[in-house]
């Protein structure tokens, strides 16, 4: 099973007491993918002592509007889930914790909890993303901001809505509140996850293109608690955060190793300039992933195991690629798009090799090209044909991978970065 996308962001809505209000102000905008909060909410002085008068419409009149007349205590939060309430901001005092469990992927160094609204379907889950760092320390608090974005969170609070079936789509992200992390293990086989959220609210969100949905709705959970420990056998990728339903987007379906990106083109110069050059990587997986901590790694054409990997370019932060998505990393003198920049070295014009690794430094795909010297530890079974001048070698049909250098790469005249091949 897939895990979704985290949280839809929703555009603000305002509460007041225990009446339910429409969703107010001018909305949110968007620069630069941040979402900006304009004029939020209005405070308790602003909006004076008589409800009614701020209000669009009277509160007799909202009686009349089915699910709207229906008092916070008495909104349950499937009744989200099923469509009943028109953007409504929903209040949630406490997080019912209900069902509990947590998982640590080693492939995309994150640990995950997650638990529910209420055992009967349809319901809605409550998810945590703690991204691992390094050289981190806990208690690790984080305050959830209006400008953060799903694919660069460290720590991402997100809302998943799921049907009578049990199939679940992310909805929510956080943009406001605070979570602290006491514990976060990084162990796949048992570990525990403990944190607390405080006054969170999470906004509609479109994972798609990681900006909050203009016109949506809102949720605010005033307090919620994880606490889980699994402990579960290791099972080299048969089992992935399946139970978590729809949280694949961020970590991926490959949490245990079963799915990585591709090295799926590259030019190893052009015309004018040896560093017009690049390596293209391709996410074939169901989810995005994480490549903070991997690294892109050459060995020469004479490097037949003996010697060690020259660092090409080494991932530092937080950056995700997400499923069907491309990556590009150039040299200096590379004119098209691309995403970074070889920090070290390049590549040799005539026989070479290139590998990702990721971030526990194990070889999640590589490819040689001809002429080499000798056996290359990044050779999948023969190398790759030497690409020309200006030209490029790519998996054709695209992503292609039988762990054969020489069957799954081809010659391309009109080389493609960032594109289907």
């Not at 293990?185 to 969170?200: F, S, Y």
């Not at 293209?280 to 060995?299: G, M």
């Not at 932060?317 to 069907?324: H, K, Q």
Request: a negative charge; glycine letters at 10%.
């Amino acid at each position: 099973m897939q895990f979704e996308p985290f949280f839809f962001r929703l555009a603000y809505c305002g509460l007041l007491g225990t009446s339910l209000i429409a969703c107010r102000g001018a909305g949110p905008s968007v620069n630069d993918g941040a979402y900006v909060f304009h004029d939020m909410a209005k405070s308790d002085a602003d909006l004076g002592t008589d409800p009614k008068s701020d209000m669009a419409v009277p509160t007799e009149d909202m009686a009349a509007k089915g699910d709207m007349a229906k008092a916070k205590s008495d909104l349950s939060v499937a009744d989200l889930a099923l469509g009943d309430l028109a953007n409504p901001c929903v209040e949630v005092a406490t997080w019912p914790g209900v069902a509990p469990a947590g998982k640590y992927s080693a492939a995309n160094d994150v640990t995950l909890g997650w638990s529910f609204d209420q055992t009967q379907k349809p319901n809605n889950r409550l998810g945590l993303q703690d991204w691992h760092v390094g050289g981190e320390t806990y208690p690790k608090n984080y305050v959830s901001m209006s400008s953060d974005q799903f694919w660069t969170c460290e720590i991402c609070p997100f809302l998943s809505v799921c049907d009578a079936n049990g199939n679940c789509v992310a909805k929510y992200f956080a943009q406001s509140g605070t979570t602290n992390v006491t514990k976060s293990d990084k162990n796949e086989a048992a570990g525990t996850i403990a944190a607390t959220m405080a006054d969170v609210k999470l906004l509609e969100w479109d994972f798609t293109n990681d900006k909050a949905v203009l016109g949506g709705g809102c949720y605010h959970i005033q307090s919620a608690t994880f606490n889980y420990t699994w402990n579960n056998p290791v099972d080299a990728g048969a089992t992935d955060l399946a139970a978590a339903g729809d949280m694949a987007i961020a970590p991926s379906t490959d949490m245990a190793g079963s799915c990585a990106p591709k090295i799926n083109e590259l030019q190893t110069g052009g015309p004018m300039w040896a560093s017009d050059e690049f390596v293209e990587l391709y996410n074939p997986c169901n989810s995005a992933i994480n490549l903070n901590d991997w690294e892109l790694n050459y060995r020469s054409a004479g490097n037949n195991s003996g010697g060690g990997d020259t660092p090409m370019y080494k991932w530092i932060t937080a950056t995700m690629i997400p499923s069907g998505g491309y990556l590009v990393v150039s040299g200096q003198k590379f004119a098209l798009p691309h995403d970074a920049v070889f920090s070290n070295g390049g590549l040799a014009a005539v026989g070479g090799a290139v590998a990702l690794r990721n971030a526990v430094g194990a070889k999640v795909d590589s490819v040689s090209y001809q002429t080499l010297s000798g056996a290359n530890l990044f050779t999948e079974t023969a190398p790759a044909p030497n690409p020309p001048m200006a030209q490029s070698i790519a998996r054709k049909p695209n992503g292609q991978d039988t762990d054969d250098n020489s069957a799954d790469f081809k010659v391309v005249v009109t080389p493609t970065p960032g594109k289907a091949n």
